[in-house]
């Protein structure tokens, strides 16, 4: 079955750089676009980004753009969330998901999250 | 940027009771919307896909109406476990996603 596993959470100061993993398995990882989900403590879901199945195409939330970047390496069927000059608005549970497609059903599949603080 | 507003934020129901939960678009998202249920420490659950299709597993007292701009989670009869806040999200510019702010269900 789909399993998402994210890790490379922690505390972090403000202004520096952290980057996340999310290791996929029970599907075949190159074939399908991959999402970064955000929650804030005690806040709504936030839409970061997304990755095209062949990593050719980024889209980021205007909240990170020019400060995270997406990647994957479809090769050891992982993906990844550079963060860098993080706030602590950035403070938020992190979330990946797969993206079955407009024509199927969506973000299906999400991981567990991993939490990231933003504190000096 | 296509935003979804969700109403009410807070339903208070006893158990058998019907809820209805509202989720607007800014703008037209066609059928693109679906529905998730957040329990307190779990990930989001997909509900309701396509604004009316349910996923797999969903038990049928949970269903989905709507098209364009208003949308609606409809809870039959509800049940203790379905406390939980429940999030519109839309698709209509996919890739990219949105979510609403959220409404919680609390049970009496």
């Known amino acids: 079955q789909v399993h998402l596993v994210e890790s490379g959470g922690g505390v972090v100061q403000p202004g520096r750089s952290l980057r996340l993993s999310c290791a996929a398995s029970g599907f075949t990882f190159r074939s399908y676009g991959m999402h970064w989900i955000r929650q804030a403590p005690g806040k709504g879901l936030e839409w970061v980004a997304v990755i095209s199945y062949d990593g050719n195409n980024k889209y980021y939330a205007d909240s990170v753009k020019g400060r995270f970047t997406i990647s994957r390496d479809n090769s050891k069927n992982t993906l990844y969330l550079q963060m860098s000059s993080l706030r602590a608005e950035d403070t938020a549970v992190y979330y990946c998901?797969?993206?079955?497609?407009?024509?199927?059903?969506?973000?299906?599949?999400w991981g567990q999250g991993t939490l990231v603080t933003v504190s000096s | 940027e296509i935003v979804l507003t969700q109403s009410p934020a807070t339903l208070s129901l006893s158990p058998g009771e019907r809820a209805t939960l509202s989720c607007r678009a800014s703008?037209?998202?066609?059928?693109?919307l679906a529905w998730f249920q957040q329990k307190p420490g779990q990930a989001p659950r997909l509900l309701i896909y396509d604004a009316s299709n349910r996923a797999t597993g969903i038990p049928a007292r949970f269903s989905g109406s709507g098209s364009g701009t208003d949308f609606t989670l409809t809870i039959s009869s509800l049940e203790p476990e379905d406390l939980a806040v429940y999030y519109c999200?839309?698709?209509?510019?996919?890739?990219?996603?949105?979510f609403g702010g959220g409404t919680k269900v609390e049970i009496k």
């Open positions: 998901a797969k993206d079955d497609g407009i024509a199927a059903a969506g973000t299906v599949y």
């Open positions: 999200q839309q698709r209509g510019n996919w890739p990219l996603l949105t």
């Open positions: 703008q037209s998202v066609g059928t693109y």
